[in-house]
């Protein structure tokens, strides 16, 4: 078992454009997501720059 399948293990893959949008505020000109989970309603985000974590 690996670092991050250890980590989100019930996490659930969404849709990297969705997450731009929804983050698009937060986001640096230029960044992009790379990969974004959702486990429950929290939502975990990773960029080329950066590591989000969104706790709603």
Do not use: H, W
């Not at 670092?3 to 997450?19: C, E, H, Q, Y």
């Amino acid at each position: 078992m690996g670092l991050f399948s250890g980590l989100l293990g019930n996490a659930s893959k969404k849709d990297n454009d969705k997450v731009e949008r929804q983050l698009e505020g937060i986001l640096i000109p230029g960044e992009q997501v790379e990969l974004a989970y959702v486990l429950i309603r929290d939502l975990i985000v990773f960029t080329e720059k950066r590591l989000i974590l969104v706790d709603k």
